[in-house]
């Protein structure tokens, strides 16, 4: 038996942190997998791999990489290419003031990206205008057990005491194996010259985005090793590389949790995470 959820928002108006997450506000009914549209089941397994995808900063095929990130915005925990998942994504749908197919498409997939970038501070921000770069005089370095190979990392003094209490809830969630070398940060805040620098000598830029607009600038965004496809980087664009890390069993449980810590993911990239709950309110 699997769950979906429906919204009882109206219940949690007091509940500052459980606002990051969708799940935080939900409220778990019990439905199967198979209740619901057949022929949109069919179709979602079909465009999962196949529907051109412009939401992000290059072109895409399929939205499996963001299955994951979708089920829990609309509330599932159905596989996408079922009957229930097509209920949850005509609920989510009609919820949203767009077609209640119970399909993907290119409008629905957009208004899901836009969902979560307003979950993300620096996005919204950034649309307008760039934010300040953080004071590094001001950050705090990460331990070495924290820091992925030996690096410096340095955060926002809130960022960080939001990551080591999630990084202890994975670890009694028994999600880091010993030595695992598994949810150490690999990059937190950069410099902004040093970062468009990098970007640039590795060809990384994100159509310049990166190299004028960095959420690490801020001091607010963490890499986390996750894990990687065999052969790849930890920050490997390749999609490849993200469909694997969809599809941990940690990153799942970041898509669960973390908002509880105030932590949201840029959904293109499953490593990439933003303490969105500054406790000064500076984003
Ligand atoms: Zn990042």
Redesign the pocket.
């Known amino acids: 038996m699997q769950l979906r959820r429906f919204d009882v928002s109206i219940v949690c108006l007091a509940c500052v942190v459980c606002c990051f997450t969708a799940a935080g506000m939900r409220a778990a009914v019990a439905a199967p997998c198979s209740a619901g549209p057949q022929a949109a089941a069919a179709e979602n397994a079909r465009t999962l791999t196949s529907m051109p995808i412009t939401a992000f900063h290059r072109p895409e095929t399929g939205w499996a990489v963001y299955e994951t990130m979708i089920a829990h915005e609309i509330g599932t925990e159905c596989p996408a290419n079922t009957p229930g998942f097509a209920a949850a994504l005509a609920h989510w749908q009609g919820a949203n003031h767009l077609g209640a197919s119970g399909t993907m498409d290119d409008s629905t997939f957009k208004a899901l990206k836009l969902a979560w970038d307003r979950r993300r501070p620096w996005a919204m921000i950034s649309r307008h205008q760039c934010p300040d770069a953080a004071d590094e005089h001001a950050l705090v370095r990460a331990g070495p057990a924290e820091s992925y190979d030996g690096k410096t990392i340095l955060l926002r003094t809130d960022a960080l005491a939001a990551f080591r209490r999630m990084a202890d809830a994975a670890q009694r969630a028994g999600l880091i194996p010993p030595k695992s070398g598994l949810f150490v940060i690999f990059?937190g805040y950069r410099g902004v010259d040093a970062d468009a620098a990098r970007c640039a000598k590795e060809n990384n830029c994100q159509s310049g985005a990166r190299a004028t607009c960095s959420?690490?600038r801020t001091g607010l965004?963490l890499?986390i090793n996750l894990g990687a496809a065999p052969g790849f980087r930890l920050d490997s664009s390749a999609d490849q590389n993200r469909l694997f890390l969809s599809r941990t069993k940690l990153y799942r449980w970041m898509v669960k949790n973390a908002g509880r810590f105030g932590f949201v993911n840029y959904a293109f990239?499953p490593?990439?995470w933003e303490f969105a709950a500054a406790s000064d309110g500076r984003k």
């Open positions: 990059s959420a690490h965004a890499d990239e490593w990439h």
